[in-house]
């Protein structure tokens, strides 16, 4: 069973603060996904990484795959109260493997962002 | 616009009753899921389905079944309810098994197990 440690688990921050999200695992996904969640809703996809190393930037966002795609993270720059929500990292199986075609979650980080 | 649609959105039992959980997409997805969400596990895999005619088990797919009726709808039965399944359902579907194709979620169904 392939396992994604998240933390923190929650984060209270002021407006224009950085912050980052870490999703640690010892498992190998095939890809790594961001989603956010907001409350009464559901998740809904940031953005995947696919290489070992990657780095894509969406916006203030940054997001990070670890060179062995065991790991990830989600830096957040000059954070804003529409940052607000709750953040899951979720990893992919990889193909032969008896995760194929499924996304193993983190628990989750609630972010808030106080103005 | 739809992309996934669950029903109902709220709904109490009692124990022992039982209930489906309808789920259907538009967007002409292969591969649909079930997820059920509970405070501090993130979300947690219950059955899948790689596409029509086929499902299988997820992580903790007990006390749980799920019919893949056609391409668009997937549902999740609860035959015996039971306290402990009180939890945020959650359907999602993507355009075909990989691991790298990203799943679009319905806004859930809050069920209450009294």
């Known amino acids: 069973t392939q396992l994604l440690e998240q933390s923190p688990q929650f984060l209270s921050i002021q407006e224009g603060e950085n912050l980052t999200v870490y999703c640690n695992s010892s498992s190998v996904f095939s890809s790594l996904q961001w989603y956010r969640q907001e409350p009464g809703e559901g998740p809904v996809l940031l953005v995947t990484v696919v290489t070992g190393g990657e780095v894509k930037k969406l916006k203030r966002l940054t997001f990070q795959f670890g060179d062995a795609r065991k790991d990830s993270s989600l830096h957040i720059t000059a954070a804003q109260p529409g940052d607000t929500g709750l953040y899951l990292c979720a990893g992919g199986g990889n193909a032969g493997g008896t995760s194929y075609g499924k996304l193993t979650f983190g628990q989750g980080t609630i972010l808030t962002v106080h103005p | ?114």
């Open chain 2, 1 to 114: 616009n739809a992309g996934v649609t669950q029903t109902p959105k709220f709904q109490v039992l009692k124990t022992g009753q039982s209930m489906t959980l309808q789920c259907a997409q538009d967007m002409n997805h292969n591969s649909m899921y079930w997820y059920r969400q509970d405070p501090g596990m993130g979300l947690r895999l219950i059955y899948y389905s790689a596409s029509e005619g086929t499902t299988d088990k997820g992580e903790v797919p007990n006390g749980y079944n799920v019919s893949r009726l056609n391409k668009r709808e997937f549902s999740l039965r609860l035959e015996s309810a039971a306290p402990s399944q009180t939890s945020v359902y959650f359907c999602a579907s993507s355009r075909s098994r990989g691991g790298n194709q990203p799943q679009h979620f319905g806004d859930g169904t809050r069920l209450s197990i009294l």
